[in-house]
């Protein structure tokens, strides 16, 4: 055979072989874009530290944060944009409470009173419901030892799980509210499954008030469906309204788990009642128990993706309330310890909590590529 024939041949081959390589491979993907490109909804303005599930607290003229991760750590900053030096963690070693993970404690929300520090943190599994909310307490935000009390709750296993409503929610995500008559402190906690519930605790705020027989309320519900991903919810209250906040939607993996569908992400959402212990309504009317919930903030941009994990700060006379949340950067990356530190100031439209701009994210335009196993992006700044 005459030589450029041979070279013909094989030219034609490898492009066969190419084209015949198996999707995963694929040099030239056109996947859907997974992720919000809506312009309505602000950008945040940029907390610089990367976090999960924050907890921030304001002391002293400084902000604290707690953030879920190894014994708890947390950072002192001057400002919500930092920079944030860490000060300690709340533990030295592993929690008292002999269940989840010991020594990557979820979602910490600290609250002062009279000077004394109160720690509630989670301790679990993803996808179980074998979980402890457990509390500790300090005098100092300095890096001292806090104290350990362990369990407050316990959900699947342990001390009091056979305990309605213990044996159908799950103990992870605690928030905290203060009834603004009586000063009474509630409790909330829950996802999925039952999704979220309030009990009152004790005047301690060391244990729930009556453990055997808990008074035990349910703040939010999505009926007719097995799927129910409503999970770390807080409580503020602002000019008569009590307001729940939640996350929605599915939360983390997403490098190594895939995507969900377009708009299936964590996204924050509200509902408000006259009463600490509800009924809760959406801006519609829509009954957090039969699946309401107002979006308030979600994926935007091309930039934001997935927030949640969210916390809000009262404001004063002069600055307004603060939404804060964690949310992954589409330039940084997906993983999990990839997440960020973001906020926005909020206004009130007609007792509804609205967020306002935030600080631009540079213009940015998206590439997609996959790579074996998992879809990637690959952001491209067009400014």
């Given at each position: 055979m005459h030589r450029s024939s041979l070279l013909l041949l094989l030219i034609t081959a490898l492009v066969a072989l190419v084209g015949a390589r198996p999707a995963s491979q694929s040099l030239?993907?056109?996947?859907?874009?997974?992720?919000?490109?809506?312009?309505?909804?602000?950008?945040?303005?940029?907390?610089?530290?990367?976090?999960?599930?924050?907890?921030?607290?304001?002391?002293?003229?400084?902000?604290?944060l707690f953030k879920g991760g190894w014994h708890i750590p947390y950072y002192k900053a001057s400002n919500m944009s930092?920079?944030?030096?860490?000060?300690?963690?709340?533990?030295?070693?592993?929690?008292?409470?002999?269940?989840?993970?010991?020594?990557?404690?979820?979602?910490?929300?600290?609250?002062?009173?009279?000077?004394?520090?109160?720690?509630?943190?989670?301790l679990s599994t993803h996808g179980s419901r074998n979980s402890a909310i457990?509390?500790?307490?300090?005098?100092?935000?300095?890096?001292?030892?806090?104290?350990?009390?362990?369990?407050?709750?316990?959900?699947?296993?342990?001390?009091?799980?056979?305990?309605?409503?213990?044996?159908?929610?799950?103990?992870?995500?605690?928030?905290?509210?203060?009834?603004?008559?009586?000063?009474?402190?509630?409790?909330?906690y829950g996802s999925y499954w039952q999704d979220i519930w309030q009990v009152p605790l004790s005047d301690d705020w060391l244990s729930i008030e009556t453990p055997a027989k808990p008074d035990a309320v349910q703040l939010s519900f999505i009926p007719h469906e097995t799927f129910r991903p409503e999970e770390g919810s807080w409580m503020s209250y602002h000019d008569g309204y009590y307001y729940v906040w939640f996350s929605?939607?599915?939360?983390?993996?997403?490098?190594?788990?895939?995507?969900?569908?377009?708009?299936?992400e964590y996204n924050i959402r509200v509902g408000r009642s006259r009463a600490v212990r509800g009924p809760f309504v959406d801006r519609d009317g829509k009954l957090l128990l039969d699946g309401g919930g107002t979006i308030v903030y979600a994926s935007n941009h091309g930039a934001?993706?997935?927030?949640?994990?969210?916390?809000?700060?009262p404001g004063n006379s002069s600055t307004p309330d603060i939404l804060y949340y964690h949310y992954l950067n589409t330039s940084i990356g997906f993983a999990d310890e990839q997440a960020q530190?973001?906020?926005?100031?909020?206004?009130?439209?007609?007792?509804?909590?609205v967020v306002l701009d935030g600080i631009d994210i540079k213009s940015s335009a998206a590439i997609i590529s996959r790579s074996p196993g998992w879809w990637s992006l690959m952001i491209l700044s067009v400014a």
């Open positions: 030239t993907p056109t996947p859907p874009q997974v992720y919000e490109t809506t312009d309505k909804i602000p950008l945040p303005n940029v907390g610089n530290l990367q976090v999960h599930d924050p907890n921030v607290v304001y002391w002293d003229d400084h902000y604290y930092g920079p944030w030096t860490q000060v300690g963690t709340v533990f030295d070693v592993e929690s008292v409470i002999h269940q989840g993970n010991r020594s990557r404690p979820w979602a910490p929300t600290t609250i002062e009173r009279n000077g004394t520090f109160y720690c509630f943190y989670t457990g509390v500790a307490t300090s005098s100092k935000l300095d890096g001292s030892p806090w104290t350990d009390h362990g369990a407050l709750i316990r959900t699947g296993q342990g001390n009091g799980s056979d305990v309605w409503p213990f044996t159908i929610s799950n103990a992870i995500d605690a928030s905290f509210i203060r009834d603004n008559a009586t000063g009474k402190a509630y409790l909330n929605h939607g599915k939360c983390c993996s997403f490098d190594v788990r895939g995507f969900p569908a377009r708009g299936d934001v993706y997935a927030p949640g994990g969210l916390g809000v700060m530190l973001g906020y926005n100031y909020l206004k009130y439209d007609n007792g509804w909590p």
